[in-house]
């Protein structure tokens, strides 16, 4: 009996895998089709159009249409010691993939303050999502969390596609995208 369970555990487990890396998989095709699709419309707010305040090295906010589907939306803030991107892409109006960079800037050894001109990928983060549920991460380099100190690594990755401004965001671009 205990060689049955572990058999049935066994084929479980591995159609689980097989079924996320084929999610994966297809999600990678989404996100390759779209960063080739010339034919999208791009729409872009300043930072102006759609924060309260500017960060130092300013903000852009980007739709990427497709008739009147958003298929693609960036969001770049420059803070004062860095460059943070974060990229999100869209399959039947849902996000399925976030591909977010830090860039930090260097410092500058001579003037000791930091250099502008000279930016250090410092982190990559490849989130993967199917039902709006995540089930797949890819990490490289090193984060500098996060928003404040009182929330952990899991509450960031969590609240990444449901940030309440992200709705508001694909709204801004919408109505600039089509008045």
Not at 9 to 34: E, N
Request: charged content about 25%; glycine content about 6%.
């Amino acid at each position: 009996m205990a060689c049955l369970l572990l058999t049935f555990g066994c084929i479980f487990a591995s159609h689980a895998q097989s079924h996320k890396d084929s999610v994966v998989s297809s999600i990678r095709t989404t996100f390759q089709r779209i960063n080739s699709d010339k034919s999208l419309q791009v729409v872009q707010l300043d930072a102006e159009e759609f924060l309260e305040d500017a960060p130092d090295n300013g903000a852009t906010l980007s739709g990427y249409f497709k008739g009147d589907t958003l298929c693609k939306m960036v969001l770049e803030v420059g803070i004062s010691y860095a460059m943070r991107r974060w990229e999100y892409y869209f399959a039947r109006g849902q996000i399925v993939f976030i591909y977010e960079t830090d860039k930090y800037y260097r410092q500058d050894s001579v003037n000791g303050g930091l250099d502008h001109s000279k930016l250090d990928l410092a982190f990559e983060g490849r989130y993967y999502y199917e039902n709006r549920a995540l089930i797949h991460t890819i990490f490289k380099g090193k984060k500098k969390l996060l928003e404040s100190d009182s929330n952990t690594a899991a509450d960031y990755i969590e609240a990444l596609p449901k940030k309440p401004q992200i709705d508001g965001y694909i709204k801004l671009l919408k109505k600039k995208a089509h008045p």
